[in-house]
């Protein structure tokens, strides 16, 4: 099976060199937007721009809070107002792990497998109706408390799993390390397998180019 060797990125990766990313090899990056209500990733504005500048496909994420349905439709929202001045060709995906849960225990939430599963569908409906391709993040572990696999085949699934093989059948994204090294990134960052060619089967040329990308190609 062809794979597609790529990167998933936050703030937390420090300022990066894109153009040294893409002579490393890497061939997609998936580009925290931000989290919870409204707060947007330091760096998600340069690195998509220089993710469009330097013709690396683009896929953005967004780490989840939300412990109602209305959150998580709210978060996709936003998601989408951050993103939609560049150029996606990767999902957008819905990130809700171990802190999400318990951030709703702070709230007087627990979080059941039905509640985490109507939680993503919201939010990829959401992702879904503004024209993006809507994915979900999780780890095996929490797949298998956290959500029902069948209220979710619909999407596309990112699965984390630190293992030599995935031994993991219908996984659309595997990330595979949260120790790889990058040119042009200081430290360990996460690595990523694409087993689709996403941005082949699915251009978002609609969405259009923010205006520094716009600017650098004319």
Known sequence: MHRRKGIDVSYADGRIDWRRVKQDGIEFAM???????????????????????????????WFSYAYTKEM??????????????????????FD???DSIDYARDQGVIITRDLATDF??????????????PMFYTNLSDLEDYFDIERLREYE???????????????????????????????????????????KRNPSARHRLC????ESRE
């Open 31 to 61: 580009v925290r937007a931000g989290f919870g209500d409204g707060n947007i990733d330091h760096e998600f504005d340069r690195n998509a721009r220089e993710c469009n500048r330097e013709r690396i496909p683009l896929g953005a994420y």
């Open 72 to 93: 998580a439709r709210e978060e996709a929202r936003q998601c989408v107002r951050i993103i939609r001045r560049y150029r996606i060709e990767y999902p957008v995906a």
């Open 96 to 98: 809700f792990e171990e």
């Open 120 to 133: 993503t569908r919201e939010f990829c409906n959401e992702i879904r109706r503004s024209g993006y391709r």
């Open 157 to 199: 699934l990112w699965l984390a799993k630190y293992q030599p093989t995935l031994g993991v059948e219908d996984v659309d994204m595997w990330q595979f390390s949260s120790d790889g090294r990058v040119r042009g990134i200081h430290g360990a960052v996460d690595m990523d397998y694409s087993f689709k060619d996403y941005d």
């Open 211 to 214: 205006p520094e990308t716009r």
